[in-house]
């Protein structure tokens, strides 16, 4: 089992990236033997994310899965078939021993990062727990979600930056909140894609600005995140989910060399 000791004081920063939510095998696994290829030349470290299921969408018509037993087992065959440990969302306390049983990470969304009975649930599986800080809190309130993890007995947490909330459809990312959460101990993640978001449109379909997601990614370096988290997909004008806001795969290498670049003139 992999702890957060993997992720400490690297030289370079690490990486979690893959599709917004699993499509179908075919398409998991060319999107990790791709970035597996770029980050081992790069000598980045690689959680391949995917989300078995999407819970929070904005329509009830929206894409959520493909069923949450197939997609797990897509995430286990991609750790099997590379090597790389998977990080994959929950919703529920239910979901926590499950969906622990095929990924190393689970992840708590942003908008349940303080759902007690959630965070204690993964606490309890032993595997690293990556938060994501809520669009409506202060660097600062993190700690306290964090705390909740460590006082269930499980010291591998991560916490994630996605912005905050600006207004109706935007989301502004605060560069201060990296250095401050660094402060309680854990690795601080910068999402840079859920931060280019356009949530709550009209149209009930979330738009994004994938244009600054080179910008984001390098302040986010710049500043001393600890990692990065991007999705990514072939085509993203055919995901299923959150393609408005996705890197093309095709652009991942170059931008991974230039924020390779920026981290070492950092240290």
Known sequence: MITIDTYRNNTNFFLMAGPCVIEGEEMALQIAEKICEITHRL?????????????NRSRIDSFTGIGDGKALKILRKVNE?????TVTDIHESAEAAIAAEYADVLQIPAFLCRQTDLLIAAARTGKIVNIKKGQFLAPSGMQYAARKVVDAGN??????ERGVTFGYTDLV????????MQQFGFPVVMDVTHSLQQPNQSSGITGGMPG???????????VGADGLFIET?????????DGANMLRLDLL????LKLVRIREAIL
């Open 81 to 85: 078939t590379f090597g790389i440990p």
């Open 233 to 241: 997909h072939p085509e993203p004008g055919k995901a299923k989910s």
């Open 155 to 160: 010291t591998n947490v991560m916490i994630t």
């Open 253 to 256: 290498e170059s931008l991974l």
């Open 43 to 55: 000598h980045i470290p690689y959680i391949f994310k995917g989300s078995y299921r999407k819970a």
């Open 212 to 222: 600054l997601i080179e910008t984001i990614a390098k302040a986010a370096i710049a």
């Open 173 to 180: 990312v605060d560069y201060r909140s990296i250095p401050q």
